[in-house]
């Protein structure tokens, strides 16, 4: 299975943008999916995931701006991003997680620039 990240791009602050994961394959066999995002200069840092049949969690850095959510029909995940500032500008991966198969997935990338 690959993901396919997409949806970045350039928005100034305040702004709103959708990323969008999608897989090759099946989404229902991922037990949990999620949202890193890496700035530069700074290390990976997770910013929300959700688990099959679970409430999503969320960075603090983020919570009540960002909404994750899947769509298994779509083989799709997606992170709605609002109120977007400078400091949520990152490469933004989406990740899954299948643990029957103790595998790892992670997407190549997508670019989010907040900037004015």
């Known amino acids: 299975v690959q993901l396919q990240a997409s949806g970045g791009g350039l928005v100034q602050p305040g702004g709103s943008l959708r990323l969008s994961c999608a897989a090759s394959g099946s989404i229902s066999n991922f037990n949990l999916m999620g949202w890193y995002r890496q700035a530069p200069g700074k290390q990976r840092e997770l910013v929300a995931v959700?688990?099959?049949?679970?409430?999503?969690n969320y960075a603090d850095s983020v919570k009540g701006r960002f909404t994750i959510s899947r769509d298994n029909a779509k083989n799709t995940m997606y992170l709605q991003m609002n109120s977007l500032k400078p400091e949520d500008t990152a490469v933004y991966y989406c990740?899954?997680?299948?643990?029957?198969?103790?595998?790892?997935?992670w997407g190549q990338g997508t670019q989010v620039t907040v900037s004015s």
């Open positions: 990740y899954a997680w299948w643990s029957q198969k103790r595998t790892s997935y």
């Open positions: 959700l688990t099959s049949g679970g409430a999503p």
